[in-house]
Antibody
Framework: QIQLVQSGPELKKPGETVKISCKAS????????MHWVKQAPGKGLKWMGW????????TYADDFKGRFAFSLETSASTAYLQINNLKNEDTATYFC??????????????WGQGTSVTVSS | DIQMTQSPASLAASVGETVTITCRAS??????LAWYQQKQGKSPQLLIY???SLEDGVPSRFSGSGSGTQYSMKINSMQPEDTATYFC?????????FGGGTKLEIK
């Protein structure tokens, strides 16, 4: 069965770096894009961007340009989200989600369980 | 950016009641609209894509409709397990944007 399994919760200080993993299984990793979504505590969903799993090319939403980086380890069917120079406002749960094909409207059809990142001094 | 205005923000419905949630896009999104359900403490799950196509395994009491800038999702006969927050999302143009969410509870 298709699964996206994310790494565990993180507690970081401002200015530090965090790297979250998202391991895919049950499908061919490079056949589908991978997206990242932020959910601040008690808030809605915010699309951060996506990475082309064939080419490794990332696309970032404007609010996530600069300190955020998507990457891949294709041999391990794993996508990563790295956040540098962490700020208090980065405290959130981060989800990876598989991007479906154009025929299915590029919907996000499978989601990881989420990784909680807490930034506090 | 395309703004997605979702309403209502919260709603309480009785078991068996029909529930309708709407999303209005700031411009035509040409049916590129999905609906997600998020239960408390869980990750979102895809319910509907392309505005009106039901995802495999989703109960048939869920349905989607709409076109242009106006879309809606209906739950025929609300069930206790439908208690959740629902989000619409457009994928017509980057950045993809979500509605603010509708928190649906049992009355």
């Amino acid at each position: 069965q298709i699964q996206l399994v994310q790494s565990g919760p993180e507690l970081k200080k401002p200015g530090e770096t965090v790297k979250i993993s998202c391991k895919a299984s049950g499908y061919t990793f490079t056949d589908y894009s991978m997206h990242w979504v932020k959910q601040a505590p008690g808030k809605g969903l915010k699309w951060m961007g996506w990475i082309n799993t064939e080419t490794g090319e990332p696309t970032y939403a404007d609010d996530f340009k600069g300190r955020f980086a998507f990457s891949l380890e294709t041999s391990a069917s794993t996508a990563y989200l790295q956040i540098n120079n962490l700020k208090n406002e980065d405290t959130a749960t981060y989800f990876c989600a598989r991007g479906a094909t154009a025929r299915r409207g590029y919907a996000m059809d499978y989601w990881g369980q989420g990784t909680s990142v807490t930034v506090s001094s | 950016d395309i703004q997605m205005t979702q309403s209502p923000a919260s709603l309480a419905a009785s078991v068996g009641e029909t529930v309708t949630i709407t999303c209005r896009a700031s411009e035509n999104i040409y049916y590129s609209l999905a609906w997600y359900q998020q239960k408390q403490g869980k990750s979102p799950q895809l319910l509907i894509y392309n505005a009106n196509s039901l995802e495999d395994g989703v109960p048939s009491r869920f349905s989607g409709s709409g076109s242009g800038t106006q879309y809606s999702m209906k739950i025929n006969s609300m069930q206790p397990e439908d208690t959740a927050t629902y989000f619409c999302k457009q994928a017509y143009d980057v950045p993809w944007t979500f509605g603010g969410g509708t928190k649906l509870e049992i009355k």
